[in-house]
């Protein structure tokens, strides 16, 4: 049973940070890339950020530069360091191993302008 608990979201002024964490069952975590998703009131669901087994990165346009993607493998998490936030990173974020069909629960994260 693959567990994916994405947990640090809140409110938070335009301009602030957050950081959100994502602890995964251990069987998942090291055989795939882990990926950071977002769904905004409605929209579809859209990719925001990945990272590899090999620790490379990539980030969706909207926030480059923004976000940073890192992963701890002794504690088998993965987090998203989310900064200079704006009103339109206003969604529900979920994490997700990459070429799988888990998604977690997601965590809210709303931006007041």
């Known amino acids: 049973q693959v567990q994916l608990v994405e947990s640090g979201g809140g409110l938070v002024q335009s301009g602030g940070s957050l950081r959100l964490s994502c602890a995964t069952s251990g069987s998942i975590f090291g055989v795939a890339g882990m990926g950071w998703y977002r769904q905004a009131p409605g929209k579809q669901r859209e990719w925001v950020a990945s990272i590899t087994n090999e620790f490379s990165t990539t980030y969706a346009d909207s926030v480059k530069g923004r976000f940073i993607i890192s992963r701890e493998n002794a504690e088998n998490t993965v987090s998203l360091q989310m900064n200079s936030l704006k009103p339109e990173d206003t969604a529900v974020y979920y994490c997700?191993?990459?070429?799988?069909?888990?998604w977690g629960q997601g965590t809210q994260v709303t931006v007041s302008s």
């Open positions: 997700h191993p990459s070429g799988t069909a888990y």
